[in-house]
Nanobody, 128 residues
Framework: QVQLVESGGGLVQAGGSLRLSCAASGFTLDFYTIGWFRQGPGKEREGVACISSGDRNTYYIDSVKGRFTISRDRANNTVYLQMNSLKPEDTAVYYC?????????????????????WGQGTQVTVSS
């Protein structure tokens, strides 16, 4: 069964760190661009970061540049999102998804239909 499973969320104080994991089963992550997305309370789902197959390219939305790092662990078939200097506005459910043809160009410009195998999400709550 092809699926992605997110984990690593939790409650953290502002300024703290979390590392989210996106583990794949049923397929090899390295063949795909993998993206992280988030949906805050009452907000639309937005793109956060993505990493291309082969790790040639990465993309981050402006609000997380310098704080978040996306990386791939081929041995564990997992993509991580290291989140440092967390802010209350980072509070959201975080999702990962894969694409063969898509990319992420901004929070809202990522072509939702081109992404698939969405996980169930992991909650990140940042307290002030």
């Amino acid at each position: 069964q092809v699926q992605l499973v997110e984990s690593g969320g939790g409650l953290v104080q502002a300024g703290g760190s979390l590392r989210l994991s996106c583990a794949a089963s049923g397929f090899t992550l390295d063949f795909y661009t993998i993206g992280w997305f988030r949906q805050g309370p009452g907000k639309e789902r937005e793109g956060v970061a993505c990493i291309s197959s082969g790790d040639r390219n990465t993309y981050y939305i402006d609000s997380v540049k310098g704080r978040f790092t996306i990386s791939r662990d081929r041995a564990n078939n997992t993509v991580y999102l290291q989140m440092n200097s967390l802010k209350p506005e980072d509070t959201a459910v975080y999702y990962c998804a894969k694409t063969s043809t898509g990319w992420m160009y901004s929070e809202t410009n990522y072509g939702f239909a081109s992404w698939g195998s969405w996980g169930q999400g992991t909650q990140v709550t940042v307290s002030s």
